[in-house]
């Protein structure tokens, strides 16, 4: 499978943007973000039939999660953006058993930039 994050691009405070990831086959689903300077941070997951998220504490209420399976596509929806969102966005695949669990990710795409502006 080969995985590509798309939708970033520059958005004020508040607002608000959808990164799709294109994923086909049963795997759960992680979206990860790095800032400059930072270590990459996990931001949730799904998991291969889209009834179970999860979400790193920082983006809980904001950010969703979805996926449709029919089109091969994984959503990460951003509300509420914030400066500290901006950071360059990659989506991760695995069939692995303790994936989630342990959001750990063997598959990765190119990540696409997000940029909050104030």
């Known amino acids: 499978v080969q995985l590509q994050a798309s939708g970033g691009g520059l958005v004020q405070v508040g607002g608000s943007l959808r990164l799709s990831c294109a994923v086909s086959?049963?795997?759960?689903t992680g979206w990860f973000r790095q800032a400059p300077g930072k270590e990459r941070e996990f931001v949730g997951d799904?998991?291969?039939?889209?009834?179970?998220?999860t979400y790193v504490d920082s983006v809980k209420g904001r950010f969703t999660i979805s996926r449709d399976n029919t089109k091969n596509t994984v959503y990460l929806q951003m509300n509420s953006l914030k400066p500290e969102d901006t950071a360059v966005y990659y989506c991760?695949?695995?069939?692995?058993?303790?994936?989630?669990?342990?959001?750990?990710?063997?598959?990765w795409g190119q990540g696409t930039q997000v940029t909050v502006s104030s």
């Open positions: 086959g049963s795997y759960a």
């Open positions: 991760a695949a695995d069939r692995r058993p303790w994936s989630m669990t342990n959001h750990e990710y063997s598959i």
């Open positions: 799904i998991n291969w039939n889209g009834d179970r998220t």
